[in-house]
């Protein structure tokens, strides 16, 4: 089949599936291989296993995926999606970790004996070697294949990374397994490994290091299943925010209501929206008025009102009375298409975090294999025998294999994270870590966040004369009949506190001002003061001046009057969480700058600000999805790494730009998983824990790494002078196990901060 050259209208742009990474060295090989095409800028990101490339000239397409191919990986252009298309119930998604987890698992079954039998020599029958040996073939060729492959690709383009060292190390131990079962003494019948630490010259020939080889794929091969199962969610994010919009749409064809397909909607179509029901797509509202909740999008924590030609968005939530919306934007145009970009955006944007052992390798390795070669040379100018010489060579490659290395990373991690998973903080992985220890700005969400996120009666302030209780009574049982957010507020406040409302003896909804009804016999009117300007009540002045402060501190104010009085002013707002300001006090202490960052407007977000201790000059707010993006790149560009804390769709960009995303798990599954963290309470001081708790992980992982690599280093000169028995190799490379595995398990002992 031939393979066009894109449209012109692709715009030189295009996203590639990249396959076959193993590490970020592999993203920036690929990354400079593309680089080096003309009239081609390339972003390779290792988490989502995606290239975005600009192009232009004569380069097209396929021209793309054959560089990348002869870099040793392989690409292709993503399917396009279906616009406003929703996948078919029920069908399964192909299992993309189902050929690593069949190597981790066969490693690990035929692995266990392995060792067991090597370690224990009362478990060392007369022909164990050779069911050693039969277990351990398996392990070595087919579960650590993806290492040998790898270590090859990266052999072809002159580099070396932690494969090259798995690869060479284990098939150094299987082959001189090899050589010493069939031509060397360690296949005779009988034959043990005496539990002895001595250090002395050895020809090898008794000696088989099958144990190590089939080990070190075992665990090794574990680190990457658990890195691969946590880089799989990095498309979650997009895949929750295009699941929030609608499914069915009921749209006015003909005079008459036709349920279909949101994806068969057209722009110009009217469509219809219940009370309760989601709006379809972006569009004009034609007929009708109601209150659209749209904090999912907006952060902003009160209901829009919203009328004949105000514009509404898709996936907002209608909390009113019923609309009939003409579209205007379908599919892939909405605001929730382009938000879903964003976090895509986002995400490939995001550097990401190259890891230590890699690092290391990349010196670590050539200097071993070329020591093993200059061993080899050494003790054969020396007149050695080649046995005693290969011995020795061999014995460096062994040593240096990365037992404890392969430890080092996924004991601290698993560790860590069930660590804080018990705690109430979830970790994605890795390449998490890295940007903990960096941050030094906190940017915090309001609505969800530093806030409750729901609409709370906080206040009541009653005329001369006037009870409380029977303004709760009287007020809370007539919005208890609307359907308003605020309304519900007012009742669920009134109901706490005045115990159980009446029912109203008459009801009807004011469009735009509030309710007005009979209640006990009382004439009652609740909602804003036109409404009982309407009526020809006004507020006296005391009244007058509760409402004004209310209004400068950002909260909503309703009015309630009865039997031709003004009887009293609530004040609803959405409510600060209790630990919010412990909380920034916490983050404070870590070195970081809280900053918070809405959707809300300037006076709800300054007297939010001041109630949790955060200074106003770190206070942006009014800003919509995309601003709060170009805020965190706008921090990062003045040298600040950025932390982003957030539970709403709005945030989810924000969250995958950042250097580090903390989400709420009280919040939306987009924000969930475009985060790095998620604190699974609504409690914004298990941020500060989970900032601790990272960097405690980081730091294990790192001197796990540091004394991994030193007990290698220490081994290498007494084994390129064939001064080490196998049984002092095999116990130095298990205590530097056992020791990376100890020093993992002191995260067991985090405490969250009380």
């Known amino acids: 089949m031939t393979t066009t050259a894109p449209e012109a209208t692709d715009a030189g742009r295009v996203e590639l599936a990249i396959g076959g990474m193993t590490c970020a060295s592999c993203a920036a090989r690929i990354e400079k291989k593309l680089n080096r095409m003309d009239g081609v800028t390339a972003t390779v990101n290792y988490a989502t296993e995606k290239a975005k490339v ?151 020939s008794g000696n088989i290091y099958l144990e190590a080889a089939a080990g070190v794929t075992a665990f090794i091969l574990a680190g990457r299943y658990f890195e691969a199962r946590s880089k799989r969610k990095a498309g979650a994010a997009l895949k929750a925010l295009l699941e929030l919009g609608a499914k069915e749409v009921t749209v006015l064809r003909g005079g008459r209501e036709e349920l279909i397909p949101v994806g068969e909607l057209r722009a110009g179509d009217r469509f219809l929206v219940r009370p309760g029901e989601k709006i379809a797509t972006d569009g004009t509202v034609v007929e009708g008025s109601s209150a659209v909740d749209a904090s999912m999008l907006t952060g902003e924590s009160v209901p829009v009102e919203v009328g004949a030609g105000d514009g509404v968005t898709g996936a907002t939530l209608n909390a009113g009375g019923r609309l009939v919306v003409e579209a205007t934007r379908v599919g892939a145009d909405t605001q929730l298409a382009r938000m879903a970009r964003l976090v895509e955006d986002a995400q490939n944007g995001k550097a990401a975090a190259q890891r230590l052992a890699d ?287 957030g539970d709403g769709v709005n945030d989810a960009a924000a969250l995958a730009r950042a250097d580090l995303g903390l989400a709420m798990g009280t919040g939306t599954d987009a924000a969930i998983e475009a985060g790095d963290l998620t604190l699974v309470r609504g409690d914004l001081r298990v941020a500060a824990d989970a900032i601790r708790l990272a960097r405690r992980t980081l730091g294990t992982i790192r001197s796990n790494l540091f004394w991994a690599f030193a007990y290698n280093v220490a081994a290498l000169p007494p084994a390129a002078a064939g001064l080490l028995n196998p049984m002092l190799a095999g116990a130095a490379m298990a205590f530097s196990s056992v020791f990376v595995v100890g020093n993992s398990l002191r995260l067991r002992r985090f405490r969250a901060a009380v």
């Not at 018990?422 to 906190?442: A, N, Y």
């Not at 906080?458 to 007539?478: F, M, P």
């Not at 916490?586 to 900053?595: K, V």
Request: a negative charge; hydrophobic letters at 50%; one cysteine or more.
């Open 54 to 204: 600009t192009f232009s000239g004569a380069v097209t397409v396929p021209d793309l995926i054959a560089t990348v191919e002869a870099t040793g990986y392989t690409a292709q252009e993503p399917r396009p999606a279906v616009s406003g298309a929703v996948p078919a119930q029920g069908t399964p998604e192909p299992d993309e970790l189902r050929p690593l987890r069949e190597r981790l698992v066969t490693a690990v079954v035929l692995a266990v004996p392995v060792i067991a039998m090597a370690m224990v020599p009362a478990l060392q029958f007369e022909y164990w070697q050779w069911l050693s040996l039969t277990l351990a073939a398996p392990v070595v060729t087919y579960a650590a294949w993806p290492f040998h492959r790898a270590a090859w690709t990266n052999a072809r383009h002159g580099a070396a990374t932690m494969d090259t060292l798995v690869s060479v190390g284990t098939s150094a131990a299987f082959l001189w397994s090899l050589w010493a079962l069939f031509l060397g003494t360690a296949g005779t019948p009988g034959m043990t490994h005496p539990f002895e630490l001595t250090v002395a010259r050895t020809d090898g």
């Open 359 to 645: 690092r290391i390798s990349g010196v670590f390795v050539p200097v071993v294999i070329a020591l093993a070669v200059a061993t080899l040379g050494f003790w054969l100018g020396s007149g050695a025998d080649l046995t005693a010489a290969f011995t020795a060579a061999v014995a460096v490659l062994i040593i240096a294999c990365p037992c404890a290395l392969g430890l080092a990373t996924p004991t601290a991690l698993m560790v860590g994270t069930g660590r804080g998973a018990q705690l109430g903080i979830l970790i994605k992985g890795p390449e998490v870590l890295e940007s903990t220890r960096k941050v030094d700005t906190v940017v915090l969400d309001k609505t969800g966040t530093v806030t409750t996120g729901r609409m709370t009666l906080l206040a009541v302030h009653t005329a001369d004369g006037t009870d409380e209780a029977d303004v709760l009574r009287l007020a809370g049982a007539l919005e208890h009949a609307s359907e308003h957010p605020v309304a519900q507020a007012v009742a669920a406040g009134a109901a706490a506190k005045a115990g159980p409302l009446p029912v109203p003896e008459d009801f009807a909804n004011v469009a735009g001002l509030g309710v007005q009804g009979v209640v006990d016999g009382h004439a009652v009117l609740v909602g804003r003061e036109k409404l009982l300007a309407e009526w020809a009540i006004e507020l006296p002045t005391a009244l007058k001046e509760a409402k004004a402060a209310a209004e400068s501190a950002g909260r909503t104010v309703i009015a309630v009057a009865w039997d031709g009085e003004a009887r009293a002013v609530l004040e609803v707002a959405d409510a600060v969480k209790d630990t919010s300001r412990e909380a920034v006090t916490r983050l404070r202490a870590l070195g970081l700058t809280p900053i918070l960052l809405t959707g809300d407007n300037e006076a709800v977000a300054r007297a939010v600000a001041a109630e949790v201790g955060i200074a106003p000059e770190h206070v942006i707010a009014g800003v919509m999805p995309q601003d709060k993006v170009d805020v965190v790149e706008r921090l990062q560009g003045e040298g600040r790494s950025v932390a982003m804390v």
